[in-house]
């Protein structure tokens, strides 16, 4: 008796060894996209104790002084909450990956028969104990199938990861360029504000001299009212958009001074023709390769699942009525005569032509998407050219022969007023392509997964469902 007990307990740990035999956590962190691949990205810690210590993002030093693109990008990337959202999600899925890889719990029974009953079964003379351990064995490949399931959906946790990433670049640059742009609408509506203090002050000298009425007096404090009017709002909006800026790397309150960047730099866009090969680096259409292969593996689960389990047991039966002893054996298995799993076989086929047709969707979707801001983009920057070559010019010098006119008296206050208005607006239009044209730059970036002056002279990051990250380049805490 006492063999055999030893025996079932030798069984029951050499079950449960196997089953406890699984990997440590997969790797599902695909690789980066070209766009902002240098930078360091939070990735949460392994163990469960460290991520719950943890403050919801990855806490960056306060950013003071003058700020740089890339000091802000890498802030972002290290401490922006949505972005350290993600990155649980890629623990959660490698958790679920080393779940799928585990065996079911063998099954420890105990059974009393033919006691409290009448006759010679009365008491517990005649009764029969048995102590049985029972195990459950897939057929059909179910655990290795449940694994790559599991470990294909932890890729495309590592997708929507990347897709996030590349987002918060492009939000970020964009809300960079922002800044910079109200810092110069600021620095426009100072100057404004001057051009009209200035003439103000010119026709309170021809008033005094007597070379006109006193009522141009009061229509020159109208240009100057509106400019502080003008002033005020640009300083709020800049206030705004430093805000909106500095709540990327999750801080409320920007200590930084001012941003820097060359907001007149701008460049001719390569041919739209350029952009056709690099769609795939899209996260949202990189992340279709694998999503089909998910969807793949889940009907080859489903048929491995069609495969009845074999249920396998052993066990120790003592009769107390004559004190004898046996060994108790049994295999069983499910006949699979009306559920083959037809069904879910036959919904996963549908699932992985359903993914093939979302995959072109997406592709056609990114391609207008692409159309879109390469139009915005070749817009802003002939409007910019056009500007700045061909229109600002000659309204600044007009602005300036007028003004001399009209202190020589030889033109009158609405002439000056018409052509400050003119220049005034020609700045402001610039301003407002030059912000349109960053802002394009930075959406088309995101869009393609790459810088825009490297178009031309690299190969596209082709997607594939085995490409990983290299870690050594994120802060993973382990």
């Not at 007597?210 to 020159?220: L, N």
């Not at 879109?372 to 002939?382: E, F, I």
Request: with cysteine.
């Amino acid at each position: 008796m006492n063999h055999t007990i030893e025996l079932l307990i030798c069984a029951a740990v050499g079950i449960g060894l196997a089953g406890c035999a699984s990997s440590p956590l997969n790797d599902s962190w695909v690789l980066r996209r070209p766009l902002g691949e240098s930078y360091e990205t939070y990735q949460p810690p392994r163990a469960l104790d460290q991520a719950n210590s943890q403050p919801p993002g990855h806490p960056v030093d306060e950013l003071t002084g003058d700020l740089s693109l890339r000091d802000a990008l890498a802030a972002a990337l290290l401490g922006n909450p949505d972005l350290s959202r993600f990155g649980y999600d890629v623990r959660a899925a490698e958790a679920r990956t080393v779940q799928a890889g585990l065996w079911s719990n063998p099954e420890l029974s105990l059974e009393i028969e033919n006691f409290a009953g009448s006759g010679a079964f009365d008491g517990v003379d005649a009764a029969e104990i048995t102590l049985s351990l029972s195990q459950s064995f897939p057929l059909g490949g179910d655990i290795k199938r449940r694994k790559d399931l599991a470990r294909l959906q932890g890729r495309l946790a590592g997708w929507d990861y990347e897709s996030a990433r590349v987002a918060l670049l492009t939000e970020v640059t964009q809300r960079y360029m922002d800044v910079l742009a109200a810092q110069r609408q600021v620095e426009l509506a100072r100057e404004s504000l001057a051009l009209a203090e200035q003439v103000a002050e010119s026709i309170g000298h021809r008033i005094d001299a007597g070379d006109a009425p006193a009522v141009e007096r009061s229509r020159a404090t109208v240009p100057v009212a509106t400019a502080r009017i003008a002033l005020r709002r640009a300083e709020r909006s800049l206030e705004s958009a430093r805000v909106q800026l500095s709540l990327t790397w999750g801080s409320s309150s920007p200590a930084f001074k001012t941003v820097m960047g060359d907001l007149d730099s701008v460049e001719a866009p390569p041919p739209v023709t350029a952009f056709a090969a690099l769609i795939s680096q899209n996260p949202d259409v990189a992340r279709w390769v694998t999503e089909i292969a998910s969807r793949q593996a889940e009907m080859e689960l489903a048929r491995a699942e069609a495969v009845p389990d074999m249920t396998a047991g052993l066990g120790y039966r003592w009769f107390n009525e004559t004190d004898d002893s046996a060994l108790v054996a049994g295999v069983s298995i499910p006949l699979p005569v009306f559920d083959r799993r037809q069904g879910d076989v036959l919904a996963a086929r549908f699932g992985v032509a359903s993914a093939r047709n979302q995959q072109r969707a997406v592709e056609l979707r990114i391609e207008a998407a692409i159309a879109s801001a390469y139009a915005r983009l070749a817009n802003a920057y002939d409007e910019v050219v056009g500007l700045r070559d061909d229109a600002l010019p000659p309204a600044t010098q007009a602005y300036h022969d007028i003004r001399q006119a009209f202190e020589r008296g030889n033109l009158g206050y609405l002439d000056v007023l018409d052509a400050e208005r003119t220049l005034i607006g020609l700045r402001q239009q610039y301003l407002d392509a030059l912000a349109k044209y960053h802002g394009s730059v930075a959406e088309l970036e995101g869009l393609i997964g790459q810088p825009l002056d490297a178009v031309n002279t690299t190969t596209p990051v082709m997607p594939s469902i085995d490409s990983t990250q290299n870690s050594s380049k994120d802060n993973d805490h382990e």
